[in-house]
């Protein structure tokens, strides 16, 4: 968000240790800009691993039990189960070329050391970056001290010089030093050891502070702490910058600042609002008296958003352009001490806690409606505030809260694939023990369904028939019936159909009984018409597809809907009615694609290779079956039983027959290369292969009412129809990645196409001669 500047010395030295090294770790104090280093060769080399660079931010992480967690979420992963995550990981990079920049690793260094072991020692081709204020102390690892910034004088000040005068302008739009304010700068940044964060904070005040003055200031923050400066430090130094800034604020400044420390990751000013105003007077956690007086007038609900701007003034807060703001890890370490200070801490997390379980239960995913896509992306944005309500739930001893949030995320973590989180997050909500309730019911019954998805009856067996003992004693219908679908789904896993249809018959007896419809009702109907249809039993199947589907329709449903499209899809295909098929088929992408669901996109992307088998199209589902066994391999779960299994075996044979070995795994090879909207593009028949697929005979047209191209994008189109990277295009045309970036993604906006194969395929139809 602000202009990289200096560094220049530090970025080549790092170059050149990835260049004999796999480990390098970004050492220093806090505020003194590994962060940003990391992050920018990141982004420089980004385009020379084949898989990417990838960022995983650790600051919010409370212990190591979740840190392989959190490195498969930002590597968009699901696991099977809790306990193997670390494995997972090892074995999805063991051939992959990927960096990883492990950020804020000091407080979990044990942990971060044992996993960067483990990962590279199974990964020959990943290069891990970390920053820490202290070595890992792993075998291998080079280790890159990031000093602060020269101070003015020496070689290099300059930077400080400049980083002072960028941020100034950014608060004093056209600020100018003026030959008097050059020295005091100077002084300044000397005095601030030349620390980039210490000199973004005084440079915030300028809009209150001549330069003078903020020097001044800052000599007597100094003196306060005693002693001969050299003898500080460098952590000292920032710490009383930190505590100048701190003195600086008004008293609900600094409330707020200590309060907006209990968000681990980002956060939006409703949620700010409700966490960080002063609670009812029940809630007993008035305003911090660590604050000081000034803090005495509190801070109602109504003057959150003033304040909040304010400290984004003074760069304490940083408003992110997505319009969602954070702290820094050091600005909240500073702030989470404060809070301890005001003994504030345990209610602020019960506080935040209670608030995201309500977003929960205000964006129900279980609900049938038509905003379940919106729902889901709302939710997705608080993944890490999610998690660390969880952690508080499962660690305070409080029963109720754990098993709410737990059997309220069950449809998150489906949608997401997140089969080895919420193993561990329900795993631990059920471990306590306590009182019969419902949610416990649903908690234990769905971390069943969960075992049996990655392949372990043994587990889940045991765990079912807890949950119908819990059921039978909370003597709830709606409850037991929900039990009851869960053990069905479980028989599915088993491939035991019969037992399958009927506890979904018992389940669905009582749905219908008591009018009750949720996600899971359809989700039900939809398995058990599955169940008919694997036995032949193709018109009951077809009837319940329907039933289903009028549901939908009466709800305004979309993501039930999907997987009655499958069912009905697989149906079709299994009765020979090939067109019936890929238009089910069609619809059931289109609303899978829109909801980012990448176990339902591998589903369907797996009938999709068997309509392509069926209709003269080996290739093409060959090319699908390779990106599938792609996901399933990322994905890691046995996602609806051996029966599910035949579908792209049966596909894989009819393709292996037709094209011969030696190009069937050609083909499967490269479709395991491909990203998942290349994927969806094969499908779709958005390829530029000529006809076929789900899709319309052709090339991809332009949306009705596209914008005609510049001559500056159609030369940039031609270049992505060549098979070349945003990174290439730069290069080729000597502009900047970023412009690169901004031409491709204004293309697909004009066109309205998703992938870079549909602009390949209409640069071709437009010139088929390549003139």
């Not at 990391?38 to 995983?56: F, K, N, P, Q």
């Not at 369904?449 to 392949?455: D, F, H, L, N, T």
């Not at 819990?470 to 896993?493: K, M, R, T």
């Not at 046995?638 to 011969?660: I, Q, V």
Request: charged share 25%; glycine share 10%; aromatic share 4%.
């Amino acid at each position: 968000m602000t202009r990289f500047i200096g560094r220049e010395a530090e970025l080549a030295q790092l170059r050149g240790l990835l260049d004999r090294a796999r480990l390098v770790t970004l050492t220093g104090p806090g505020g003194v800009g590994k962060t940003r280093l990391a992050l920018r060769l990141a982004d420089e080399l980004r385009g020379s691993y084949a898989d990417g660079a990838w960022h995983v931010e650790l600051s919010g992480l409370r212990d190591t039990e979740t840190l392989a967690h959190a490195v498969a979420s930002a590597l968009r992963l699901a696991g099977r189960a809790g306990g193997d995550q670390l494995d997972q990981l090892a074995d999805h990079l063991a051939d992959r070329h990927l960096l990883l920049v492990l950020d804020t690793c000091e407080h979990l260094v044990d942990g971060c050391a044992m996993l960067s072991e483990v990962l590279l020692r199974a990964a020959p081709r990943l290069s891990v970056i970390a920053t820490s204020r202290e070595p890992l102390e792993v075998i291998g690892e080079h280790i890159l001290p990031v000093a602060p910034l020269p101070a003015p004088g020496e070689e290099g000040g300059s930077a400080a010089l400049e980083l002072f005068a960028d941020r100034a302008a950014a608060v004093l739009p056209g600020y100018a030093a003026t030959e008097g304010d050059r020295a005091a700068i100077a002084r300044l940044c000397r005095r601030l050891d030349g620390i980039p964060l210490a000199i973004e904070l005084a440079a915030a005040r300028l809009r209150a502070l001549s330069v003078e003055q903020i020097a001044e200031r800052l000599d007597d923050r100094f003196r306060l702490l005693g002693g001969a400066r050299a003898s500080r430090g460098r952590h000292q130094t920032l710490r009383a910058t930190i505590a100048w800034s701190h003195d600086l604020c008004t008293g609900p400044e600094r409330l707020l600042w200590a309060r907006l420390s209990v968000f681990p990751a980002d956060f939006d000013l409703e949620s700010a609002e409700e966490v960080c105003a002063d609670p009812p007077p029940d809630e007993g956690a008035g305003p911090s008296p660590h604050a000081g007086p000034r803090a005495a007038a509190a801070l109602p609900a109504a003057d959150v958003l003033d304040v909040l701007r304010r400290l984004v003034d003074k760069s304490i807060v940083l408003h992110t352009p997505t319009g969602r703001y954070r702290l820094l890890g050091t600005i909240r370490e500073y702030g989470l001490e404060e809070l301890d200070r005001a003994g504030e801490r345990a209610a602020l997390a019960r506080r935040h806690r209670d608030h995201y379980l309500a977003l929960l239960e205000r964006h129900d995913l279980g609900a049938l409606g038509p905003g379940q896509a919106g729902a889901l992306a709302r939710i997705r944005l608080e993944h890490a505030n999610l998690r660390a309500a969880l952690d508080h739930a499962t660690a305070s001893g409080e029963d109720g809260p754990a098993l709410r949030l737990a059997d309220r995320m069950i449809y998150y973590w489906i949608s997401n694939g997140l089969i080895g989180e919420a193993c561990h997050w329900l795993g631990k909500a059920i471990a306590r023990g306590g009182p019969a309730t419902p949610d416990r019911a649903r908690a234990t019954a769905q971390c069943a369904v969960y075992a049996a998805m990655r392949g372990d009856l043994g587990e889940a067996r045991p765990l079912l028939a807890a949950a119908t003992g819990v059921a039978a004693e909370v003597g709830d219908p709606e409850c037991a019936a929900f039990v009851e679908g869960c053990a069905g789904l479980v028989a599915v896993y088993a491939g035991d159909h019969r037992a399958a249809r009927e506890r979904f018959e018992r389940a669905l007896a009582v749905h219908d009984r008591v009018g009750h419809r949720e996600v899971f009702t359809l989700q039900f109907i939809s398995a058990l018409a599955g169940t008919h249809c694997l036995d032949g039993a193709f018109g009951e199947a077809e009837e319940l597809c329907a039933r289903s589907l009028r549901i939908s329709d009466e709800t305004g449903d979309r993501w039930c809907r999907s997987y009655t499209l499958w069912t009905l899809g697989s149906l079709h295909l299994l009765r020979g009615d090939l067109d019936a098929a890929r238009a089910a088929l069609r619809e059931c992408l289109e609303i899978r694609r829109s909801f980012g669901e990448e176990m339902g996109l591998a589903m369907a992307l797996d009938l999709a290779a068997g309509c392509a088998a069926r209709t003269g199209e080996p290739e093409r589902a060959a090319v699908l079956l390779g990106a599938t066994g792609r996901l399933w391999r990322v994905l890691r779960t046995d996602m609806a039983g051996p029966g599910y299994a035949l579908l792209p075996a049966t596909a894989g044979d009819l393709a292996r027959r037709a094209l011969g070995r030696e190009r069937y795994e050609a083909a499967r090879a490269r479709g395991a290369a491909l990203s998942l909207d290349e994927a969806l593009a094969v499908a779709l028949g958005e390829d530029g292969r000529g006809p076929g697929g789900l899709g319309s005979p052709g090339a991809p047209r332009p949306a009705p009412g596209a914008a005609p191209l510049t001559r500056r994008e159609r030369e940039i189109a031609a270049l992505v129809a060549e098979g070349l990277s945003n990174r290439e295009i730069a290069e080729r045309l000597v502009i900047a990645k970023r412009t690169a970036d901004s031409h491709v993604e204004h293309i697909l906006a004009k066109l309205g196409f998703r992938s870079r194969t549909q602009i390949a395929a209409w640069v071709s139809a437009e010139d088929p001669d390549g003139d």
